[in-house]
DNA sequence: TAGATTGTTAATCGATTAACAATC
DNA sequence: TAGATTGTTAATCGATTAACAATC
C-alpha cells in the first residue's frame, strides 16, 4: 500500500495527531507498546476506527501485543510530515499573527515561520522571536529567493481575500487560512480554514442543546 | 420550527459563521440584500447547501431578491449565540493561553474571559489584558461565586486530562480543548477540540497529493 | 487451547448534492 | 410572462460502525 498517493479523509486525517499525543505520553509513562482497543478506550473513539485509521498509513501491530510505542509515534510523524521542516510567511501581525510568531510549538509539527509581513510601516525592520517582519511590498521579492509557498492568513477580514489573492498570484501552494471568512480561490491551492470562532459557534449551540 | 431545539449538523454550525462575515462585510459595501446563490458562488459552496443551512435558523429570504442583509447577520449572531455574553476561565497562562487573554476579538463572539489559572506561582496577583491571573487552588471558589461553566484549556499536554478532570469535578458544562489530546469526559459534557495542528497535519498532507 | 488483538469487509448512518416545485 | 430565487424532497456519496476472519 503506497500510504504517500492514498487518499485519506478529513476527518481520519485530523484523527492522526490524537493518535500521536496519546502515544507520546503512553511513551514517557513507560509503555513500550500500545493497542488500539487501549487508544480507542482510553480516548473515547470506537476500536475499529483506530483500527482502520492506523491501516491508512504504513504500520502494523501485532496480534494479542499492539503496536510498539515508538514506531508508532516515529510512523505517523513521518506520516503526516511533522518531521520535515515546511516554511512559511506569516501575513498579518496583529494579536493572533504575533501569537503564532512567537509560538515555538509550531517547529515541532514540521512548521518554520521564516518572516512575516505587513501594510504597517512602523512594524517593518522589527522582528519577534528573532522572525523579521517586512513591509508586505518585499513579499515577492523574498518569496523567490526563498522558495517559500506556505502563507498563513492573520489579517483583518476586509482584506483576507485580498491578500490570498496576492498569495495566489505569487504562486503559493497552500494557505492557512485562520480569518473568520471563506477565502476563494483555484482549486489547485490548498486551504486549510482555522477559525477558532466557528468552534465557539458549536460549543454554544451544544451548550444550549444539552438537557 | 423551534430552531433552539433543532439539531443541527456540525458542519452547518462550522459553516454559520461563514455567512456571517460575508453579510457583514455585504453591508460593508452597503448591499442591503444578500441571495444565497451569491453567497454560494463567492464563496465557493453548493447553493443548495447555503439555501439548506439557512433554512435551519428562523429566516426568510425574498424570492428573486434574498435576504436582507442585515437581518441575516442579526439572526445568525443571535442563533450562534454571538450576542450574548458566556463568561469563562483560561487554565494554563503559557503562550497560546497569553494570547487568548489578548485576543479582545473574542468578546464580539460571544465569551469574555473573566479570570485565568495557572501553577506558576510568580504569575499569580497579575493580570493580562486586565484580566486576573490566580494561582489554581483558587478555582473552586471563584467558580462558585461566578457561576462561571466555561473552561479554556490551554496547559501543556501532560496536564490536559488532569485540568480537564478537575473542571469536570467542578462541575463545568463545556470545555474549550487547545491542546492536542483528546480529552475524556463524561457525554454530558460540551467539548470542542481545537488543536491548530490537526490542520497543519491535513495541509501537509494534501500538498503532498497534489500535482 | 482460549482469548486478545489486528485489520478487513459489509451494513448503516448522516451529510451533501441534485432535482424541482413554489413563489414573486 | 419569463426568469431568478427560495427552500424542500429525493438520490447520492462517503464516513462510521458493526461483524467477523485471521493471527499469535
Known amino acids: 500500500m503506497d500510504s504517500t498517493q492514498l487518499h ?5 486525517l485530523r484523527r492522526l495527531p490524537w493518535y500521536l499525543s496519546y502515544a507520546k505520553l503512553a511513551l514517557e509513562r513507560g509503555e513500550t507498546t500500545v493497542s ?21 498509513i504504513n504500520v502494523t501491530g501485532k496480534t494479542r501485543v499492539g503496536y510498539s510505542t515508538f514506531t ?7 506520516f503526516l510530515g511533522f518531521t520535515e521542516t515546511h516554511k512559511a510567511f506569516l ?11 512567537q ?6 509539527f514540521g512548521l518554520e515561520i521564516i518572516a512575516a509581513f505587513d501594510v504597517k510601516f512602523e512594524l517593518a525592520g522589527t522582528n519577534i522571536n528573532h522572525i523579521p517582519i517586512h513591509y508586505i511590498d518585499r513579499m515577492n521579492e523574498l518569496r523567490q529567493q526563498t522558495g517559500v509557498d506556505i502563507g498563513i492568513l492573520t489579517v ?8 490570498a489573492d496576492m498569495m495566489i498570484q505569487a504562486d503559493f501552494k497552500a494557505i492557512w487560512n485562520f480569518t473568520p471568512i471563506r477565502i476563494r480561490v483555484p ?24 438537557p
Open 8 to 12: 485519506l479523509p478529513e476527518p481520519a
Open 91 to 101: 501575513f498579518g501581525v496583529g494579536r493572533l499573527g504575533g501569537a503564532l510568531l
Open 156 to 163: 483583518p477580514i476586509n482584506q483576507a481575500q485580498e491578500v
Open 187 to 210: 482549486n489547485n491551492i490548498v486551504v486549510q480554514n482555522t477559525s477558532i470562532y466557528a468552534h465557539l459557534a458549536v460549543m454554544f449551540n451544544r451548550l444550549r442543546m444539552n
Open 103 to 108: 509560538d515555538n510549538g509550531l517547529r515541532q
Open 72 to 78: 508508532l509515534i516515529e510512523v505517523i510523524e513521518t
Open 36 to 56: 488500539s482497543t487501549q487508544i480507542a478506550k482510553d480516548i473515547g473513539v470506537e476500536a475499529s476506527m483506530v483500527a482502520k485509521d492506523l491501516s491508512y
